[in-house]
């Protein structure tokens, strides 16, 4: 499968990207085919993407967040083990409270990577099934080191 | 600052042993923490506790040039650093559209090679010696040295090399470099041999990894596993295959695919690779295009206004680079997708319901490099 | 030509002559606890010194060559080194068991030496169900093994005593059974009858092949009773850190590791008594010539000779094997090992009624 087979695919599936303001939008100009949503569609497109078989993203390859001072992306890295046409998930979320669904029952391993983001972006994964510290020690909750505004002068050193 | 020790201490349901497996640990292979809870022998829950070596390589990333941070990098997953610089360096050529020079080409293929034979080597030993067989151990260092001499000619050092820059490789190939690799290969095509005898042959190891830790197909591939892993259970994962970079379409081997998914396939899978890395090498060593072996480039490079992500086949499995850049001297964001951290998110699935001994002949078979998981 | 057995007499003779029958004896007895223990932290030294060689040899390294000439003194300098280091004992441990423990397995270990033959006519106490004593001291250790584990307060420790225990309470079925076999073929337990037994041959050879497979046994059963490797299971480094000697320190811990020497020592000193003639020398038939130079060796060295044979065996498993799993050991025993040796015992019964042995 190609990039445009696929974004033809896409586009057909779901209408969010045709409609008067899309709250979808499809970017080409990466290698990947990148596509961004907004928050209140994710569950419903993940699930689509990994069920529906004609794209069958059963591979979720790389899970992280982006802080934009603004704002945060979640980003995700699917790809599908038939079609091999990865695609790119971005997902804008508020900084202060950011909030989203678990994929963690769909891709098994985002249980570990969303756990990751967690602790460094302190992005609340509704419903996953065990959101704790996993690479910070105890008492580490909330302080959100990967952000850029992060400040730790006993361990940073800024050049 | 520093780190209390967070022992999870016994405060289970009655019947229920709670063991601390690490952070020292001699099977962890590094400062791995797993708390196990028990049911006499049999494990009915594995928890890993990460963290004992993480550095945050990837904010230090942020603000280090994109020629500085590829040097952090070796140190994450230091058996294969060639292949994380490697990884990193292909990523910013591909930001930067730069075209590497063949001879660089050539020279990274064989050290990518290289390192994944040195890898699997230590991991035979270490492996054997987890499951109670100290003696291959040695024997795999034997060959290990050989080709850590190798790289030490060229590359200066032996475990961490920085050999990879963006463009080409940091210095050209040492004149015994093609003498002191014909002499390996036919060493370790005898060696191979042996390791056989010893260890795949032997009832008691057969016994110990087959039908032991089994994943299968589908669960391989939501748990994101790659490398070794995941072709053990018959995923097609091979980065070289799928995805080529450098000269891999050019080169003649095969993706290894066992179909067990047990721990004797995954060991099955890597002593088959060693042999298909010995025979790219075999295949390039002669044929070392002659020519530059870096590129030309700026010296303060900097990346367009975008996201990158490149892909790398490391001895442990699919390792990947993603870069935002702002435009500016360094990334905006840096994001290591290392194999391993994958590969361990499997262990409580694959370990669950067998004994201790079970759990670290698994261990063993996911090969895992502390380091590389923490970042 | 002086052999143990003539110095011993001769010391005999002076004791009696120059003091009175019972200083003689205390004497005696002085003597035989003090060259007990210096035969003790003899092997000790000997054997850790031959294991580390052995290893470096299959490991195509060369082990210790620092200390002395060619690395000899090396194990003296360590057991040095764990003379004079703390032995610590942890906080939730139960001291007293802790600190017994050790004392019970080596206690257990120089207790087996009494009856076992060392040359011609040289044995301290030839009593007569010697085998049968060997036997049954030998399984007492698993006791000191138990309480090491319950007293660390560790769970690793327990895990190994746990382990340890069930490894050693199968095993001796057939070690036992093994023996059994030989003491079948003899028609006696005690050690002097059954090595005169074998003054035409040794049993390996006379017992045909339920000998053969006796033999085979019993060297299994014995690494497995021993704790070493492939059986190491109650140890298992790379699972249980060190097994129930997890806690153990200093001069502690060197009391367990030369007992399990010490074992070793003897169990094999049991195989060459049993299968290979003790103290016999080789003998060929009717080879006069062969059989009188065979004799002009002394009977200890013989002895000594097919005991190192047998140990090297042993750490030759132990270089070269992967562990086995707990289940996978008791299998090994429970479905395999025990019904060989019981079928073998009526084997050798059957062998042993018609006279079918030479």
Not at chain 1, 20 to 33: C, K, M, N
Not at chain 2, 293 to 315: N, R
Not at chain 3, 150 to 156: D, F, G, H, P, T
Request: charge should be negative.
């Amino acid at each position: 499968m190609t990039k445009e087979d696929l974004k033809i695919k896409l586009i057909e599936l779901f209408p969010q990207f045709t409609t008067e303001i899309p709250s979808a939008t499809i970017d080409e100009s990466g290698t990947w085919l990148k596509m961004n949503i907004s928050k209140e569609d994710f569950l419903n497109v993940v699930t689509q993407l990994k069920t529906n078989l004609s794209f069958h993203f059963d591979f979720l390859f790389c899970l992280t967040c982006i802080d934009w001072k603004t704002h945060l992306t979640m980003v995700y890295h699917f790809t599908s083990t038939t079609h091999r046409q990865p695609l790119v998930l971005q997902i804008t979320l508020d900084r202060e409270h950011p909030e989203i669904e678990t994929v963690s029952s769909i891709w098994r391993t985002a249980e570990f990577h969303e756990r990751e983001v967690y602790e460094m972006f302190g992005v609340n994964f509704l419903h996953h099934p065990d959101l704790r510290l996993l690479i910070l020690p105890d008492g580490w909750e909330n302080k959100r080191p990967m952000l850029k505004d992060f400040e730790d002068p006993i361990n940073m050193i800024k050049l | 600052m520093y780190r209390e020790t967070d022992i999870v201490q016994d405060t289970s349901i009655e019947g229920d042993l709670i063991i601390n497996v690490g952070p020292q640990h001699p099977s962890t292979h590094g400062v791995l923490h797993l708390v196990i809870t028990l049911n006499g022998e049999t494990i009915k829950k594995i928890e890993p506790h990460l963290g004992y070596i993480h550095r945050s390589i990837e904010k230090m990333c942020e603000s280090l040039s994109y020629r500085q941070f590829i040097y952090v990098t070796s140190k994450m997953d230091y058996l294969s650093s060639h292949i994380n610089n490697h990884g990193c360096a292909l990523c910013i050529e591909n930001g930067l559209q730069i075209e590497v020079p063949p001879r660089a080409q050539a020279i990274r293929v064989l050290m990518d090679e290289l390192t994944r034979m040195a890898s699997h080597q230590l991991w035979w030993g270490a492996n054997a010696m987890d499951i109670g067989a100290l003696t291959p151990f040695f024997h795999a260092f034997r060959e290990r040295e050989m080709i850590n001499d190798i790289f030490e000619e060229t590359c200066g050092t032996r475990l961490t090399m920085n050999y990879m820059v963006p463009g080409g490789v940091m210095a050209d190939l040492h004149p015994n470099f093609q003498k002191r690799v014909k002499e390996f290969i036919p060493h370790f095509k005898s060696k191979i041999v042996e390791y056989d005898e010893l260890l795949t042959d032997n009832i008691i190891f057969q016994n110990r990894t087959k039908g032991i830790g089994i994943i299968s197909k589908e669960d391989a591939i939501s748990y994101g596993c790659t490398g070794p892993v995941a072709r053990g259970s018959g995923v097609y994962c091979d980065v070289r295959k799928l995805n080529p970079y450098e000269i891999y379409s050019q080169l003649k081997f095969d993706e290894i695919i066992e179909t067990g998914g047990d721990c004797f396939a995954r060991y099955m899978v890597r002593m088959r690779e060693m042999k298909q890395s010995l025979s790219i090498i075999e295949q390039l060593i002669d044929v070392i295009p002659e020519g530059d072996f870096q590129a030309k480039t700026k010296a303060v490079l900097k990346l367009p206004k975008g996201e990158f992500y490149s892909q790398i086949e490391t001895a442990r499995g699919e390792f990947g680079v993603y870069i935002v850049s702002e435009g500016g001297t360094t990334p905006y964001r840096i994001k290591f997708r290392s194999p391993g951290f994958s590969n361990l998110s499997a262990l409580d699935f694959m370990a669950r319901g067998s004994k201790i001994g079970d759990l670290i002949a698994i261990m063993g078979s996911l090969d895992l490099v502390i380091p590389d998981i923490d970042r | 030509m002086p052999s143990l057995e003539n110095i011993a007499d001769i010391i005999h003779t002076w004791l009696n002559i120059t003091f009175n029958s019972t200083t003689a004896l205390l004497i005696e007895l002085v003597i035989v606890a003090v060259s007990a223990i210096g035969l003790f932290s003899m092997l000790g030294l000997i054997l850790i010194m031959m294991e580390r060689k052995v290893s470096a040899y299959m490991q195509v390294r060369l082990g210790p060559n620092r200390v002395g000439p060619k690395g000899m003194f090396q194990t003296v300098a360590d057991t040095l080194k764990l003379m004079v280091k703390e032995g610590m004992t942890p906080n939730g441990a139960d001291k007293f068991l802790f600190n017994l423990a050790p004392f019970i397995v080596m206690i257990v270990a120089m207790v087996i030496l009494a009856p076992l033959a060392f040359a011609k006519n040289f044995q301290l106490w030839d009593l007569n169900i010697g085998i049968l004593f060997v036997a049954s001291v030998s399984s007492v250790s698993v006791i000191g093994i138990l309480m090491a584990g319950w007293a660390s307060n560790n769970k690793y420790s327990l895990l190994g005593a746990m382990r340890s225990g069930a490894q050693i309470v199968s095993y001796e079925l057939s070690a036992g059974l093994s023996i059994i076999t030989i003491v079948i073929l003899t028609g006696s337990l005690k050690i002097s009858t059954i090595i005169q037994s074998q003054s035409d041959g040794w049993w390996i050879f006379k017992g045909h092949i339920p000998a053969l497979i006796a033999f085979v046994i019993f060297i299994i059963a014995v690494t497995a009773e021993t704790n070493r490797a492939p059986f190491d299971l109650a140890e298992a480094e790379s699972e249980l850190t060190a097994g129930f000697h997890t806690e153990y320190s200093g001069m502690k811990f060197a009391l367990f590791f030369l007992a399990e020497y010490v074992n070793i020592f003897i169990v094999c000193v049991l195989g060459a008594t049993l299968f290979l003639g003790g103290w016999m020398p080789l003998h060929f038939g009717t080879d006069t010539r062969f059989n009188e130079l065979m004799d002009y060796i002394p009977s200890s060295l013989w002895l000594f000779g097919k005991t190192f044979f047998l140990i090297f065996i042993i750490m030759w498993f132990r270089w070269t094997f992967p562990r086995l799993r707990i289940d996978q050991l008791l299998n090994l025993e429970w479905k395999y090992l025990l019904p060989i040796s019981m079928f073998n015992l009526l084997l050798t019964t059957l062998m042993a009624i018609m006279g079918w042995h030479f």
